[in-house]
């Protein structure tokens, strides 16, 4: 058994230890919101948080979690940070397709929690890991901005 | 980190339990620091480095760094010995998606080493690898200010980057031994996953040619003088700093003690 | 351009229904639908021709029944609290469609906009385009078809309305008008739709109605927010891949390395010893390969057990592709007479004439994967008389169809579950349906086994990449002779590259006496008056192709608008003069270059050291596009800052969307420049397998763009695709003003 914190919340789960955070959230536990898109960590859509440190689910074995605390899409609206960049993405109409923007919400909660200011080039060497194939970079960024401003 | 404190200084007593309380911490915490830069290895005082020779052989020692220099150029471990951003695979391409070193050499956040690289390889081919130190993620660079980089180096330049102290991490011979021989992110070179080649010597031969390199007086070219001090090893050293800091403690209570009335 | 609609005859239903009686489990061989059906995705007309094939009893004379496309019913429902849901035909992968259309419907209905959801149809009778008969989403029709429809639904539900709050308020109809949300009476009293919802359906549907004109818009033309932005940010939106059922199994699937390949020898022994796997099983794959498909508690436990199966493949027989090799075979090739598309005087270029330049130009283009973000995916829960599809497509009603065939059902047994998908860029509108006929393979096998339980088939990204039905590779030699002034003489253009649509429904549209017009596009019917002589050649290759985002055009365009660039300096003229004087007749492309160099401050601006303008306009699916960029070089390659466009698709319905769409296939245009962005064969072998070695643009790449939309109220033409031409060359443009250098293959040098 595993023991880890979700959300907040305590969990438990009996899967092979090498099992990566992924497949945990999204098949034993049904938490959907974070997505597969490449299983090697190279276009961020798993990204979750770990202790408060932007991580991709896809390549972490849950064995190695536990005891933290995850915190994924689901719920990081629930900080002030997670929320002001909600509402910038629903305001700039940031989607499309809408499949990555999980990872894209989670990689700029992280970079607004490390860096509340963040230049147009910061913004580019946070968010230049997580893939659109719809090409949403140009209100991605600005709706970072946007972030950012609202919660100076 | 300079541990001289001018001991004329008087201290007032507040300020020595402080002081001896930092040194708890320090001592604690002297293992990373006397190494000059963050070492992953689980160093405990079982390491025994190897002693220079009576009899220091100078063209066994240059045959030896010659085979420590295929395993040093090979992507495994140049790719991280590098100026700026890590380069990446087999044939050292720029490291994609693009990431900076960052001061400590862990990244700059929030795209951290640790954000894809996690604490173990993945069998999935072309997964960023993965290490684990002390249960976190251990993936990172040699920091900002001890780069340690050798791209472009080979033969007599490459041995005295690795070396000499002021570029090696400030690490003695004994130091340096340690970190090739027992540091587990230098071993995943010899683990690193599906899909990638291995360093042209197996562990075992490297680490013995770093011996026979050590023994033989670490010679960099034909006409230096040998080496004849491995210097300390790092528990060593860490007691050297933890005696030193308890000393100067010592000093200072009863330098409080004497002016109370 | 002709009016195309006006040779769908709908066959293709008929002849889908044909093959699937006639070849159960037809699989091992190509499902082929024979039929004269005239149908293409690559050519579309505009136009009032289009508005009058749906009227189907709007305009004078005895009224026709209405047909099912046409029945409010099918897509709208209200509820008592006046929550109005559209359901629309056509699948939402990030065009925004379901917001847009929608729109029309709440227009024409004047319901209260905050109130209306929108829901995605599954394959359904009612659902099938107008115009094509089937139930898809491509060629950028999706607004320029439904236009008409969906306003008509709206305007339908609205008469309903008012015909039930007309017998509840005791006030004829024609005084009670409507608005947001409630039918109101003169004397103030108002019935909400919630209300009225029950007795509207239970008026009768009229055939003939009055549409609202672009001057009484409430929200067609306004920059409307998404409606599923909100879900989408959060982690709330399912897509296919997310679906949950009780008993599912997860299947990943073992492809051959080459296309065609097939199982010789397998051992599932160190497959079945990782917990949580199944069954290792052989299932035949679309044309003519077997693979395996593991199946699974989940999809770790089976990507896991893939990296551990030993296959041994049969490749007798079977075509190694080869990309260095393919390129020299194109280049002989185009040295031989090939199939003439258009017929020109190209004596100037017979012998060297005095006072006259000569361009020669090889333009070379790599296959290129679509990879949308979100892995191809199906499910499917076979119950040996039935059976329930739940995936992403673009297809729904060939896929029905090619499904029923593999289960021995008739379409009507399969109900395919159209999911929110993300993203398509053509990928999920396959003729082939091949990664839905593995599922439907897996699951017969299981069903025949006596396994029960849906299953979920999901394909890694490396099955993706390497999947095949890509844009073809493609090879243009252009000659071309030329005046002092950069007037074209002649012009002698050859294509090579392999056929989209042959042995495909679509072929009888789109190829031509063995020439197909998703090749030639762009050139074929250039708005340039150019005396082209163009000649293609169509090489059958072991590789599967198909549309990606804005067909032939992804080639084409980037090879007229780098020569007209050419042309232009080489005549010493500006390059939007040169453009102006020989589209002069073309009003459209006038207004969206014009728009463009007005906002961007081409010609009135100085731009900084080291920086260039680049140009190019480009009409496609009826939409002109012109870029004006910004670039500058950086260690010798072109960096893109700044991109001006001006955008002409007629009346504009959702400005918001339609931005998107611009940035978006901007994005995805520069993204074909970028150095790794291929797709190449060794020995048969795809050599990329994931975003790690099949370069995609991220976000550092992605420049500052601002979109100018020509207004017009003209019907609205598509946006789907259209921005993605005109960007590589406008790059390639700036990148010869700056070192004087033509970039003559995508994507550039690394």
């Known amino acids: 058994m595993i023991s880890f914190r979700l959300n907040g919340q305590p969990q438990q789960v009996d899967v092979p230890g090498d099992t990566p955070v992924l497949w945990v959230l999204r098949d034993t536990l049904g938490m959907t919101g974070t997505k597969f898109g490449c299983g090697i960590a190279v276009c961020g859509a798993c990204t979750v948080h770990i202790d408060g440190q932007q991580r991709r689910a896809c390549v972490t074995p849950i064995e190695s979690v536990a005891g933290q605390q995850i915190t994924t899409i689901e719920a990081v609206g629930g900080d002030r940070i997670g929320q002001a960049v909600q509402e910038a993405w629903v305001k700039h109409d940031v989607v499309q397709c809408g499949y990555c923007q999980s990872g894209q919400i989670m990689a700029a909660v992280a970079l607004l929690s490390a860096n509340p200011k963040p230049s147009d080039a910061d913004i580019d060497a946070a968010m230049s890991a997580n893939l659109c194939r719809c090409g949403t970079y140009v209100r991605i960024h600005a709706a970072v901005k946007d972030a950012a401003l609202a919660l100076a | 980190m300079d541990v001289r404190f001018a001991s004329a200084v008087s201290w007032p007593s507040p300020c020595a339990m402080a002081c001896t309380a930092a040194l708890g911490l320090l001592a604690a915490l002297a293992p990373a620091h006397a190494a000059g830069t963050g070492d992953s290895s689980n160093s405990g005082g079982g390491f025994q480095p190897t002693p220079i020779s009576a009899t220091p052989d100078r063209q066994a020692g240059l045959a030896a760094f010659a085979q420590m220099e295929r395993v040093l150029l090979h992507p495994r471990c140049l790719n991280c010995h590098v100026p700026n951003a890590p380069l990446q695979g087999d044939f050292s391409l720029v490291h994609y998606p693009p990431v900076q070193r960052g001061a400590d050499g862990k990244g700059v956040a929030p795209l951290q080493c640790a954000t894809c690289h996690s604490t173990a390889n993945s069998p999935l081919p072309h997964a960023p690898p993965g290490l684990d130190t002390d249960g976190r993620p251990g993936w990172h660079m040699p920091p900002e200010h001890m780069k340690m980089s050798w791209i472009g180096l080979k033969g007599a330049a490459l041995c005295k980057v690795l070396r000499e102290p002021e570029t090696n991490g400030k690490r003695s011979l004994a130091m340096l031994e340690q970190h090739m021989v027992t540091d587990h992110l230098v071993a995943w070179g010899w683990q690193p996953g599906p899909g990638r080649t291995l360093p042209p010597l197996d562990k075992t031969a490297f680490d013995e040619q770093v011996r026979a390199w050590i023994r033989n007086g670490a010679p960099c070219d034909a006409t230096e003088p040998l080496r004849r001090s491995i210097g300390t090893t790092k528990a060593d050293a860490t007691r050297e700093v933890v005696d030193h800091l308890r000393a100067l403690a010592a000093n200072n209570d009863h330098t409080a003690s004497r002016s109370q009335p | ?750």
């Not at chain 3, 365009?557 to 003069?577: I, N, S």
Request: hydrophobic content about 45%; aromatic content about 6%.
């Open chain 3, 1 to 750: 351009m002709r009016p195309m609609f006006q040779y769908l005859n709908g066959a293709l239903p008929a002849a889908l229904e044909e093959s699937a009686a006639a070849a159960p489990g037809g699989l091992g061989r190509r499902v082929f639908l024979k039929m004269s059906l005239a149908s293409g995705f690559a050519l579309y007309a505009a136009g009032g021709s289009a508005q009058e094939a749906t009227q189907g009893g709007s305009g004078p004379g005895a009224p026709e029944p209405l047909k099912p496309f046409q029945q409010p019913s099918a897509f709208v429902a209200i509820d008592a609290d006046g929550i109005v849901t559209v359901t629309i035909g056509k699948i939402d992968f990030g065009q925004g469609v379901q917001t847009a259309l929608p729109m029309l419907v709440a227009e024409e209905m004047d319901a209260d906009w905050s109130k209306v959801r929108c829901e995605l149809a599954p394959a359904g009778e009612a659902y099938k385009d107008p115009f094509f008969h089937i139930q898809m989403v491509g060629g950028s029709t999706s607004m320029k078809g439904s236009w008409q429809q969906y306003r008509e639904i709206g305007a339908r539900m609205r008469a309903m309305l008012v015909g039930a709050a007309s017998k509840q308020l005791n006030v004829p109809a024609a005084q009670l008008r409507t608005e947001s949300g409630s039918v109101i009476a003169p004397d103030g009293r108002r019935l909400g739709y919630g209300v009225l919802a029950q007795a509207a359906f239970a008026e009768p549907v009229p055939s003939g109605v009055v549409l609202k004109t672009p001057a009484q818009f409430k929200l067609i033309g306004k920059p409307v927010s998404r409606l599923d932005a909100r879900a989408k940010s959060s982690g709330r939106q399912d897509f296919g891949i997310d679906l949950k059922l009780p008993g599912l199994r997860t299947v990943v699937m073992v492809h051959p390395p080459v296309f065609g390949g097939r199982v010789a020898r397998f051992d599932p022994a160190p497959a079945l010893a990782v917990p949580g796997v199944e069954e290792v099983i052989q299932v035949p794959l679309s044309g003519g390969a077997v693979g395996l498909a593991i199946v699974a508690n989940g999809f770790w436990p089976a990507r896991k057990a893939r990296e551990l199966v030993k296959v041994d493949w049969d490749l007798a027989g079977v075509e190694r592709v080869d990309s260095a090799a393919q390129l020299e075979q194109y280049r002989a090739l185009a040295r031989t007479p090939g199939i003439v598309v258009e017929k020109a005087d190209t004596s100037a270029l017979d012998a060297a004439r005095p006072g006259l330049g000569r361009i020669s130009a090889e333009y070379t283009f790599p296959y290129l994967a679509h990879t949308p973000m979100e892995p191809l995916n199906c499910s499917i829960d076979f119950r040996g008389d039935r059976c329930t599809v739940w995936v992403g497509s673009q297809f729904q009603t060939v896929d029905q169809a090619q499904v029923a065939g593999v289960l021995g059902l008739k379409p009507e047994q399969v109900t395919l579950n159209t999911m929110t998908a993300g993203g398509g860029f053509g990928r999920r509108a396959t003729p082939t349906s091949d990664y839905l006929v593995e599922a439907a393979q897996v699951a017969k096998a299981r069903h025949a086994a006596g396994k029960s339980g849906p299953i979920k088939m999901i394909w890694s990204r490396e099955d993706d990449v390497r999947g095949g039905y890509y844009r073809p590779s493609h090879l243009h030699r252009v000659e071309i002779a030329h005046d002092r002034q950069g007037n074209v003489v002649a012009w002698k253009h050859v294509i090579v590259g392999q056929s989209i649509t042959m042995g495909t429904p679509f072929e009888g549209f789109t190829v031509k006496n063995g020439a197909d017009t998703t090749m030639t596009e762009g050139v074929a019917e250039s708005a340039y008056p150019f005396p082209i002589a163009l000649e293609v050649h169509h090489p059958k290759v072991n590789v599967p192709v198909l549309w990606w985002r804005s067909v032939g055009h992804t080639h084409t365009a980037f090879v007229m608008e780098t020569l007209v660039d050419e042309l232009a300096r080489a005549g010493r003229q500006d390059p939007v003069a040169y453009r102006r004087k020989l589209l002069a007749k073309h009003e459209r492309h006038i207004a969206a270059l014009d728009l463009a160099v007005e906002r961007s401050g081409y010609g009135k601006t100085k731009l900084a050291k080291g920086r260039a303008w680049g140009v190019a306009v480009h009409e496609s699916f009826n939409t002109v596009v012109a870029y004006v960029a910004e670039v500058s070089m950086k260690d010798g390659r072109p960096v893109l800052h700044r991109v001006t466009a001006g955008v002409h698709c007629n009346l504009a319905i959702n400005p918001r969307t339609i931005e998107a769409q611009v940035q978006g296939a901007l994005v995805m245009g520069l993204g074909m420049t970028l150095p790794g962005a291929a797709i190449t064969l060794k020995n048969g072998e795809v050599e990329q397998g994931n975003w790690n070695d099949y370069r995609v643009p991220i976000h550092l790449d992605a420049p500052q763009v601002a979109v100018f939309i020509v207004p017009s109220a003209d019907p609205p033409t598509g946006m789907g695709e259209c921005g993605v031409p005109p960007i590589a060359p406008a790059i390639a443009n700036a990148v010869a003003a700056l070192t004087g250098k033509r970039l003559r293959s995508l994507p550039f040098p690394a």
